[in-house]
């Protein structure tokens, strides 16, 4: 195999593996208007950052309240409400630490706080917790995480559903069909052809890319900054970050 037809598929493979498998989901979609919001998609992130650390489980990355012992700044977003009515909101975290319940947060819906607080499940798993049903009207709607703590509270994505009596799936390859229904996912991997792939985006993959790219005279995408403040007990990950550079 040539060198480029190697790294192509290497590429594609790369790309395919963040996204978790989708099999065969065995469980309906809700009957009633559907409203979903990725939380890394939030217009202001406010103090949460955006974590990339369970890709390869959860298919897409999520917002981390980073504060180190003080709460951070709401992460805002807007939204349509596509009919007047009852909602029912389920919101997608983890209670990181079961015994003590650091990363809490509260949504707010407009002006209106939700009254359960988030995060605090006492299961270390990822899971919908169910934040109950809101009475919403027509049109923009502005969506707020309210940090509570500043020690790594953690949202995935937010649901809003006027059927009410319909529970989110647990499993991850049923995730990944509402991903793509309501959230824009797609799992389909584009197959390009480059010069250079850079596998690693610290210190040694970054000035890589960056000597790769001074050598060439094609365009480049660089490797994505990662910005994950770590907890001093926070197990640590390696993270795998492809800049390619088109040919």
Known sequence: MRRRDFLKSAGAAAGAAALPSLGRAHYDLPSG?????????FDDRGGWKVDTQAMDRM?????????????????????????????RLWVRTRDWAPQHHPGCFRVALDDRRVEHVFGRSGRFDWR???????????????VRLQDLTGY???CDALMLTTDLGWKPPAQTAEIARLRREYGGVSADVENKTYDVVVTGGGLAGCTAAVAARAASSTSASLPASVNRPKAPTARTSIKV?????SA
């Open 241 to 245: 970050m492809l800049a390619a550079f």
């Open 59 to 87: 298919g897409a990355p999520f917002l981390l309240a980073a504060g180190t012992g003080e709460p951070v700044e709401d992460a805002v977003t807007t939204a349509q409400v596509p009919e007047a009515g009852t909602y």
């Open 33 to 41: 208007k559907v409203i979903w919001l990725e939380a890394e998609q």
């Open 152 to 154: 790594f509270g953690r």
């Open 128 to 142: 919908w917790e169910d934040g109950g049903s809101v009475r919403l009207k027509a049109g923009e709607l502005e």
